[in-house]
């Protein structure tokens, strides 16, 4: 299944993009914590799941942390990315693509485009307009 598909699949059930409201159906625990210069990461411990999210960012930049963590939730569960990339060679580059692209489908409907058709907006105008950061508009795919 393509990431959109997940996406898909998961807004028409939750009825909601908000990747806050998802986590809380989703029984996933949001923490907002000190983390120096990290933005936030998701692990697991025993059952629980924990998206741990820096609390000296900004509130869109929390935003899109909680839906790219959301991501790893939901396509790498088992994952525990800040032990992959401190204890092994094991490369999260594709791990952290797919969970980008999760954050990206999210937030960034193909709804909240089409209002744009009209426009001379590119796509990663719109997607600055919904809070996506620089570069990231690129991992949308959207037909029109």
Known sequence: MKIKDYVLKIVKKHGTTNPFE???????????EDLGNTLGFYNTYKRFK???INNQI??????????????????????NTPFLRNQTFFSVDR???????????????????SAYKD??????????????????????????
Request: charged share 20%; with cysteine; proline share 2%.
């Open 95 to 113: 791990l952290e693509i797919e969970a980008n692209t999760f954050a990206v489908e999210l937030l960034l409907t193909d709804e909240m485009i």
């Open 22 to 32: 998802i986590a809380k159906r989703k029984d996933i625990i949001v923490l907002f």
């Open 58 to 79: 900004n509130e869109t930049t929390q935003r899109f942390v909680c839906a790219h963590e959301l991501g790893h939730a939901v396509l790498h569960p088992k994952a």
């Open 119 to 144: 426009t001379r907006l590119s796509i990663q105008e719109v997607a600055e307009i919904y809070g996506i950061p620089g570069g990231f508009a690129r991992l949308k795919t959207y037909i029109c």
């Open 50 to 52: 924990f998206i741990h």
